[in-house]
């Protein structure tokens, strides 16, 4: 992958010092990811993330943080950089899928001057038990193929905008090559420009564990243990 971070953003503090930022992405359903970025030339690790259903972990070594908390933690944070949130790009990377036994969907027809599209509005019930916005896909129309993904938070608030492009062929996959995830309430944008992808192949569990180093500040969010 290629990292690249709007003006301001949470992830700017890390990446906009470089000119230009590489890195991995590892995912596996239905809820492990693991994001490394690096340093052009050198390789030296810029941030290391990773998170599964229930908790994320992040450590930046420029800064000597290592920021541990629960996926579903919400709270407002002080500094940018206990914003970022691998699980974040999880819900960019693997769209989430409709549970038929408690969502609807609803499907629309819209266009622009250039594109037409059928949006699938996926709504489901909250504790209250009414029904409440989750999520909005829209298709291109001329091959189905996603352009993009809108995921809401409680009362309709817009937790996530991402933007989907340059569908490539990686090993007969079809999957967008630019990747562009906004995060309003968590202050960032993040451009993610993949270079190569494979498929479908075994991960060890290994993979998706990451320990703080000894030196590293512990930054806990919520009920992070």
């Known amino acids: 992958m290629d990292f690249k971070a709007a003006t301001g953003s949470a992830y700017s503090g890390v990446i906009n010092q470089y000119h230009d ?7 596996k359903k239905p809820s492990m990811i693991r994001m490394i970025g690096q340093a052009p030339v050198v390789k030296t690790e810029i ?10 972990r992040v450590y930046i070594p420029p800064k000597n943080k290592f920021i541990v908390g ?15 949130r691998p699980q ?12 038929q036994a408690v969502e609807k969907v609803f499907v629309e027809e819209t266009q622009t001057p250039a594109h037409q599209y059928y949006i699938l509005t996926v709504v489901e019930p909250n504790k209250a ?48 090559a630019e990747i562009t995830v906004s995060r309003p309430s968590n202050g960032y944008t993040l451009s993610i420009s993949i270079v190569s992808a494979k498929f479908n192949r075994p991960i060890p569990p290994e993979k998706f564990v990451l320990k703080k180093p000894a030196n590293a500040t512990l930054v806990k969010l919520g009920g992070a243990q």
Not at 47 to 56: I, K, L, T
Not at 70 to 84: A, C, F, I, R
Not at 149 to 161: I, R
């Open 129 to 176: 038990g009414q029904l409440e916005l989750s999520r909005k896909i829209w298709f291109d129309r001329s091959d189905l193929r996603i352009s993009r993904l809108a995921l809401y938070g409680p009362g309709g608030s817009l937790l996530e905008s991402v933007q989907y492009a340059n569908y490539r062929d990686f090993q007969q996959i079809k999957y967008p």
């Open 21 to 27: 930022v590489g890195g991995f992405i590892l995912v």
């Open 70 to 84: 629960e996926t579903t933690y919400q709270g407002p944070v002080k500094n940018s950089l206990e914003n970022l």
């Open 47 to 56: 941030f290391d993330m990773v998170s599964n259903a229930q908790e994320f």
């Open 88 to 99: 974040h790009i999880l819900s960019a990377l693997l769209v989430p899928p409709v549970n």
